[in-house]
C-alpha cells in the first residue's frame, strides 16, 4: 500500500486523482473510480445547469460512498458559465474536494476554503502554482506540455516542472499528464509528487456496476452490469492508437490545446497556418463543444475536437477501474521494489 500526503488528506488508497474532463467526468466513472480506491471527479461544465450539477452528485452518491470531487475549469468565453452557482450548488451538496482550474481562480478558491473544502489547483507553470498556494489551495497539480487539454504556453515538460516544484513547493503536489501506468506513477513519486492525476487513460475503462430493477444510478445492490460515458469506438481508437496521435490547436491564438490527431483537428491546424493566421470565428464551427459531445455519444472519432494525451500509445486495454488501479498499485510498488534492488552496500568491483 503506498501511503503519502495525498492519499492522507483524501482518505484514498491508491494515489490516483481522476481529472476532470469535459463529457467524461460523469456519475458512472467517478464513483467507479473512487470505488476502485482513487478520487473521482465529476466535470461540473459537462452539466447544463448548477441544478443538473446538484443532480449528478446525487446520481454518484448512490453508486459510492467513498470520496469524490468536482471540477470547476475557468475557461476563456465571451459568456461565462455561472460558477460561482455550480461552486455554490456542489457545497450545498457536501461535496468537500474541488479540482479547479483557468484563470483567475482567487475568487472560486476563497469560496471553498471559507466552506471548509480541500482544494486541489492545477497549474502550467511554478509562478501560478506558488500564486495558487499563496491563495490557500491544499494540493497543486502540476500539468507538464505532454498533457491533454490545454498545456499552457510555455511548453515545459514534466519532468523539469516536478523537478522545480520539488525545489520551490512548500505544499503537496501531484503530477498530471503523460501518466497511464506504475511506472509513471512511480517516476512521479521519486520526483517529489504525492501522486497523479491521469485523464486520458481514464477515459478507456469500463466501469463495471450492479442493479436491480432499474437504473445502475438507481441502484448498486443485485446483478452486474456495465455502463460507458464513452461510446466504444472509441475506446478501440484510443487502443489503437501511438503516441504520436495527438495534435496542438489554437497554437496561434495563445491558447493551446492538446487533441486527438483526427481530420477536424487538421483542418483547425491548416486554417491557423494560412497566411495572415487565423482568427477564432474562423474555427468556431470545428471545435464547437456540441461536436466533441458527439464524438463520445456517437463513436465517431472525426465527428469533432476530443482532447487526449500522447499517453494513447500505452493504452493497451479498456480494463475496469477497479482492475486498472490495482494493477498501476502493484507496477508502483514493483518499481519502487526494484529501484531499492540497485542500492548495494559494498562497491562493485571493477571486471578488467
Known sequence: MLVTKLTKLLGIRVPVV??????????????????????GILTALSQPSPEALRQAIRETRKLTDKNFGVNITLLPTINPPDYEGYARAA????????????????????????????????????????????MGVDVLSIDGFECAGHPGEEDIPGFILLARAAQELQIPYIASGGIADGRGLAAALALGA??????????????????????????K???????????????DKIIASTE??????????RNTARVFKNKVAEEV??????????????????????????????GDPDAGIWTASGV?????????????????????????????ALKVDEPLKAKL
Open 18 to 39: 481522476q481529472g476532470g474532463m469535459q463529457w467524461v467526468g460523469f456519475p458512472p466513472l467517478v464513483a467507479a473510480v473512487s470505488n476502485a480506491g482513487g478520487l
Open 91 to 134: 457545497v450545498e451538496e457536501g461535496v468537500r474536494v474541488f479540482e479547479t482550474a483557468g484563470n483567475n481562480p482567487g475568487p472560486l478558491i476563497k469560496f471553498f476554503k471559507s466552506n471548509g473544502c480541500i482544494v486541489i489547483h492545477k497549474c502550467t507553470t511554478i509562478r501560478h502554482a506558488k500564486s495558487a498556494s499563496r
Open 194 to 219: 504525492a501522486g497523479v492525476n491521469m485523464g486520458t487513460r481514464f477515459m478507456c475503462t469500463v466501469e463495471r456496476w450492479v442493479y436491480e430493477f432499474g437504473s445502475p444510478l438507481q441502484y
Open 221 to 235: 445492490n443485485a446483478h452486474q452490469c456495465y455502463l460507458s460515458t464513452i461510446h466504444q469506438n472509441i475506446k
Open 244 to 253: 504520436q496521435d495527438t495534435i496542438h490547436i489554437f497554437r496561434t491564438l
Open 269 to 298: 491546424v491548416a486554417i491557423e497556418r494560412r497566411p495572415g493566421g487565423a482568427k477564432f470565428e474562423d474555427i468556431r464551427h470545428l471545435v464547437s463543444g456540441a461536436r466533441g459531445k458527439q464524438v463520445y455519444e456517437l
Open 312 to 340: 494513447v500509445g500505452l493504452i493497451k486495454d479498456s480494463p475496469t477501474c477497479e482492475v486498472l488501479l490495482r494493477r498501476i498499485e502493484r507496477e508502483a510498488e514493483e518499481v519502487i521494489d526494484g529501484l531499492k
